[in-house]
C-alpha cells in the first residue's frame, strides 16, 4: 500500500503564494508521474500540473506561468509552488501519484486526502 500526505494549504490573499507539498510512502519500487488535480465546489476534479518521471512537465492553461510543479525523488516528494494566486484558484488540491510496488506489478493510480486552498480577501 502506498500513502500521499499533503501539507501547505490555507487561507491566502490575492495576490498571494503558497506551496504544497506532497511526500509518498509505503510500499514503492517506482514512480512514475507525480503531480497535481484540483477540485472546487460544484465542479469536476481537474489537472492543475504534473510531473513525470522523465523530468518534463505539464501543466494547465489556467495555471501557466504562475505555478510550478518539482519533484524530489531521493525523498519520494512532490511540490506545487502557487504564485499570484485568484480567487477562482479555491479548492481542495490533491496530490496524484502512479506508483507501481515491485518490479513485475503494473502501476497504479494513487491519490492524497486532499488540501483546502483558499483565495480571498
Known amino acids: 500500500q502506498v500513502q500521499l500526505v499533503e501539507s501547505g494549504g490555507g487561507l491566502v490573499q490575492p495576490g498571494g503564494s503558497l506551496r504544497l507539498s506532497c511526500a509518498a510512502s509505503g510500499s514503492i519500487f517506482r514512480i512514475n508521474d507525480m503531480g497535481w488535480y484540483r477540485q472546487a465546489p460544484g465542479k469536476q476534479r481537474e489537472l492543475v500540473a504534473v510531473?513525470?518521471?522523465?523530468?518534463?512537465?505539464n501543466y494547465a492553461d489556467s495555471v501557466k506561468g504562475r505555478f510550478t510543479v518539482s519533484r524530489d525523488n531521493a525523498k519520494n516528494t512532490v511540490y506545487l509552488q502557487m504564485n499570484s494566486l485568484k480567487p477562482e484558484d479555491t479548492a481542495v488540491y490533491y496530490c496524484?501519484?502512479?506508483?507501481?510496488?515491485?518490479?513485475?506489478?503494473?502501476?497504479?493510480?494513487?491519490w492524497g486526502q486532499g488540501t483546502q486552498v483558499t483565495v480571498s480577501s
Open positions: 510531473s513525470t518521471s522523465a523530468g518534463s512537465t
Open positions: 496524484n501519484a502512479v506508483v507501481k510496488n515491485s518490479w513485475s506489478a503494473p502501476y497504479y493510480n494513487y
